[in-house]
């Protein structure tokens, strides 16, 4: 079992920037792919971002103003965001996939955190 929180969420203007945090509990997560989604309202939940020991994605929408990165020592990823824009309004998901590899959809991933709220404002 893994257990993910996170954190970092809130409102800020557009233009701003915001670091989301996902901590993990349960067993280390060094070896296992992490990766970020997000969810607005009446909208499918969506990749943002994944990392694993192949590398570092993005999705187009967040490419050049998001950096997802890791710290293993603490069993935590962090999701930069920087130059928000209003449609980066959603709520924001932490996974973790056990498998091998690293997927860009949600079916791939194992386990999740309860989510928190990114609003940009206009």
């Known amino acids: 079992q893994v257990q993910l929180v996170e954190s970092g969420g809130g409102l800020v203007q557009a233009g701003g920037s915001l670091r989301l945090s996902c901590a993990a509990s349960?067993?280390?997560?060094?070896?296992?792919?992490m990766g970020w989604f997000r969810q607005a309202p009446g909208k499918e939940r969506e990749f943002v971002s994944a990392?694993?020991?192949?590398?570092?994605y993005y999705s187009d929408s967040v490419r050049g103003r998001f950096t997802l990165s890791r710290d293993n020592a603490k069993d935590t990823v962090y999701l930069q965001m920087n130059s928000l824009k209003p449609e980066d309004t959603a709520v924001y998901f932490c996974?973790?996939?056990?498998?091998?590899?690293?997927?860009?959809?949600?079916?791939?991933?194992?386990?999740w955190g309860h989510g928190t709220q990114v609003t940009v404002s206009s």
């Open positions: 996974a973790a996939r056990l498998g091998v590899g690293v997927g860009r959809t949600a079916d791939a991933f194992d386990y």
């Open positions: 349960g067993r280390p997560i060094s070896r296992h792919a």
């Open positions: 990392i694993s020991w192949s590398g570092t």
